[in-house]
Antibody
C-alpha cells in the first residue's frame, strides 16, 4: 500500500527555516518525480516544487525560488523540502504528492497526482 | 503562468440532482501529438488531502464512482456529478499539468440544497 507521511512542520518566526520530510512506503520514491503542494488556511492548492525522476532537475514556483530546496534520499525513501527565509505568505499545510504520470526535462515538469500525504502545517508568525 | 478559473465558487444541489463545475484555462492545454488534454480534477473533503477523480480531462481514476465524469478540450472543461450523493459534499479543484508551474483552479464548494 502506498503511503506518504510528512513531518517537520511547526511554528517559526519570519526569516526562519524549516526542513520538511516525506517518508514514502509501498513504492520506490526515486522512481517518481515527486512534488510538494501547499494549501494556505482556508485557501486553494498551490504547487510548490518537484524533483525530476532522475533527480537531476528541480523545479519551483517563482514565489519560493532561491528560498526553498527540494531533495530526496533514496536510501531512506524520503523526500525533503528545505525552506529558508520564511514569511507569513508561506503559512500553509504542505503536502507531498506522488504522480501517477509525469514527464520532465531540464526546463519543465508535468505531473498529475494520485497519492497525497496527510500534510504538515507550517505557521510563520512572530 | 497558466490561470485556471473555476465557476461557480460554490454550488448547492439537491440530493440526486446534477452538479456541474466549470474550469477554464488561460491557455490551450491540449497536446495534439498524443491527443490529450492535460487536465485533472480533485475532490477535497475537510481535513483531508485532495483525492484524484479524473485525469486527461475525462479518464476516471480507479475506484471513482461513475456518477463523476469529466469533459471538455483545449481551454474549457467541466466536471459533472450526475446524481449528487451526501458523500460528494466537498471542494473540487481542477489542475493543469501541461505547463510549469503546475496550477490549480480556485476551487468550487459543493453543498446539499
Amino acid at each position: 500500500e502506498v503511503q506518504l507521511v510528512e513531518s517537520g512542520g511547526g511554528s517559526v518566526q519570519p526569516g526562519g527555516s524549516l526542513r520538511l520530510s516525506c517518508a514514502a512506503s509501498g513504492f520506490t520514491l526515486s522512481n517518481y518525480a515527486m512534488s510538494w503542494v501547499r494549501q494556505a488556511p482556508g485557501k486553494g492548492l498551490e504547487w510548490v516544487s518537484a524533483v525530476s525522476r532522475s533527480g537531476s532537475y528541480t523545479y519551483y514556483v517563482d514565489s519560493v525560488k532561491g528560498r526553498f530546496t527540494i531533495s530526496r534520499d533514496s536510501s531512506k525513501n524520503t523526500l525533503f523540502l528545505q525552506m529558508n527565509s520564511l514569511g507569513a505568505e508561506d503559512t500553509a499545510v504542505y503536502y507531498c504528492a506522488k504522480p501517477f504520470w509525469s514527464y520532465d526535462t531540464s526546463t519543465y515538469y508535468q505531473g498529475c497526482f494520485d497519492y497525497w500525504g496527510q500534510g504538515t502545517l507550517v505557521t510563520v508568525s512572530s | 503562468d497558466i490561470v485556471m478559473t473555476q465557476s461557480p465558487d460554490s454550488l448547492a444541489v439537491s440530493l440526486g440532482e446534477r452538479a456541474t463545475i466549470n474550469c477554464k484555462s488561460s491557455q490551450n492545454i491540449f497536446y495534439s501529438p498524443n491527443n490529450k488534454n492535460y487536465l485533472s480534477w480533485y475532490q477535497q473533503k475537510p481535513g483531508q488531502p485532495p483525492k484524484l477523480l479524473i485525469y486527461w480531462a475525462s479518464t476516471r481514476e480507479s475506484g471513482v464512482p461513475d456518477r463523476f465524469s469529466g469533459s471538455g478540450s483545449g481551454t474549457d472543461f467541466a466536471l459533472t456529478i450526475s446524481s449528487l450523493q451526501a458523500e460528494d459534499v466537498a471542494v473540487y479543484y481542477c489542475q493543469q499539468y501541461y505547463f510549469t508551474p503546475l496550477t490549480f483552479g480556485g476551487g468550487t464548494k459543493v453543498e446539499i440544497k
